[in-house]
């Protein structure tokens, strides 16, 4: 199992530039979900899904957008991009079971925004 | 609003001692989910150890173990017999049982020295 696969791993954009972000994951699970890193803070919520077809908004969604049309993948993307959004993007998935269970990251996007 | 604090940015022990890291959490719900997230220079995240709030029983995984203090909305993180490979950034997160949102903290750098 590849478990959660992010590409790319490193991008570097220039202010209003758009680009997608790619998760896969071959768990088939119902539930993934997109984060920024930033320095000194904890891992902040951009958009969530919980099976395919199916989007919300987490903690910081504003510049982004989701779809979910399969339940392999969940690409983000960035529309205009922003110097603020300079951070490292972090997908997971978590199976249905139940919040008790633990998310699958994958190994995460550095993106600069100049 | 739901918060996790971590209150110790830094932390350094030699090889083989135990080591104590604290979070605490803020929430009016009593049904919730405690984790412990370890990210090494790789920028992997893997889970180290969770706990139910409804269990009384702290949780164990090898050389981890938890302090559960439901009361005082403690988590905090014990590691005998650390290790250089314990060398990483350490992240308490909660979830609600009403809802998705995993809820971080900012995070305790923790250095095993030889």
């Known amino acids: 199992n590849a478990g959660v696969t992010q590409t790319p791993k490193f991008q570097v954009l220039k202010t209003g530039q758009s680009m997608t972000l790619q998760c896969a994951q071959d768990?088939?699970?119902?539930?993934m979900s997109w984060y920024r890193q930033d320095p000194g803070m904890g891992l902040r919520l951009i958009h969530y899904s919980v099976g395919a077809g199916i989007t919300d908004q987490g903690e910081v969604p504003n510049g982004y957008n989701v779809s979910r049309s399969t339940t392999e993948d969940f690409p983000l993307r960035l529309l205009s991009a922003a110097p603020s959004q300079t951070s490292v993007y972090f997908c997971a998935s978590r199976e249905t079971g139940g919040n008790n269970q633990p998310q699958h990251f994958g190994d995460g996007t550095r993106l600069s925004i100049l | 609003a739901q918060t996790v604090t971590q209150s110790q940015p830094e932390m350094s022990v030699q090889e083989a001692e135990t080591v104590t890291l604290s979070c605490t959490y803020d929430t009016s719900e009593s049904n919730y989910y405690l984790f412990w997230y370890k990210q090494p220079p790789s920028r992997q995240m893997i889970l180290v150890i969770r706990q139910e709030a409804y269990k009384q029983q702290n949780a164990t995984e090898n050389r981890f173990s938890v302090n559960f203090q439901k009361a005082a909305k403690s988590f905090s993180l014990k590691i005998s017999d650390s290790q250089l490979g314990d060398t990483a950034m350490y992240f308490c997160?909660?979830?609600?049982?009403?809802?998705?949102?995993?809820?971080w903290g900012a995070g305790t750098k923790l250095i095993i020295k030889p």
């Open positions: 768990m088939n699970h119902e539930y």
């Open positions: 997160a909660f979830v609600m049982d009403s809802n998705y949102q995993l809820i």
